[in-house]
């Protein structure tokens, strides 16, 4: 009878644990098992531009040094010497002296000397008078500095009418006529490249003219061409003019003229 009451105790007891599993089961209610959202895609991160505070600059390539060339076929139509004064004389010149400077003939060279003050000289071939020619005539600076010039004079009638081609001691060369005693640009400044700057140096002036055209060569250079139908003939000179407060002295030597035929 005992036993038999244990085993209907047991019965019930495990019945009951059952039931208390059941109802906890029911109870508690599973938790999902939380899912991890995706990661964002991966960003590649972009390389950001390096701030160049000073670019290099290109490397400057010098231009070319241009090879000139004799051009004598610009002189054409060159006949015989008319002239060659080899300044051993001062007969057939003037040469003025004046408190601004001096022209004076000797060794055989014409110098101009113009000491430290503003001023212009010039000094005059009296004879022959030229209508067509090719005149050639050595330039020597020897103190110069910026745009003092000097140069050869020509078709000149008087003080106040003539043709003047003009070297700079910077390196340029024009043209001016001179008209009423009033100057005018035919050519205006331009670098030439054919002769030295500054001083000391020598340059070998050429000027070709031939009915209203004048041709003007440096060292055998041609540098330009102008039409000037104001004047047809004159004489020859030479000049120097100091632009600032410092001395200027130029000699002149070996002058040739030619006859040009057309």
């Excluded at 599993?21 to 960003?43: D, I, N, W």
């Excluded at 060369?173 to 001179?178: F, G, H, M, P, Q």
């Excluded at 055209?213 to 004489?235: A, C, M, W």
Aim: charged fraction near 15%.
């Amino acid at each position: 009878m005992k036993a038999f009451f244990l085993i209907i105790l047991g019965s019930i007891f495990l019945f009951g644990s059952l039931l208390i599993s059941g109802c906890l089961a029911e109870a508690v209610p599973t938790q999902p098992t939380p899912t991890q959202s995706p990661l964002p895609p991966t960003v590649t991160a972009q390389p950001t531009s390096t701030i160049v505070w000073f670019p290099p600059t290109p490397t400057f390539t010098p231009y070319p040094t241009q090879v000139v060339t004799p051009t004598a076929e610009m002189r054409t139509g060159l006949g015989q010497i008319l002239l060659n004064d080899t300044f051993s004389s001062t007969v057939g010149w003037s040469l003025p002296s004046t408190a601004e400077g001096t022209t004076a003939i000797d060794g055989g060279e014409l110098s101009i000397a113009i000491p430290e003050e503003r001023a212009y000289l010039y000094a005059i071939r009296l004879k022959p008078q030229l209508g067509d020619f090719y005149a050639e005539i050595t330039a020597s600076p020897t103190l110069c500095e910026g745009l003092d010039e000097y140069g050869m004079l020509v078709r000149f009638t008087s003080s106040f009418n003539y043709e003047r081609v003009s070297l700079s001691c910077n390196g340029q060369v024009r043209l001016d006529r001179v008209s009423a005693g009033t100057s005018s640009p035919l050519q205006t400044w331009i670098i030439s490249g054919a002769f030295p700057p500054g001083a000391p140096g020598n340059t070998r002036l050429g000027v070709w003219a031939v009915g209203d055209e004048l041709r003007v060569f440096i060292n055998d250079i041609y540098q330009f061409s102008v039409h000037d139908p104001t004047l047809k003939s004159g004489t020859l000179g030479v000049f120097a003019r100091s632009t600032g407060a410092n001395s200027l002295t130029v000699r002149f030597s070996d002058l040739v003229i030619r006859q040009v035929n057309r």
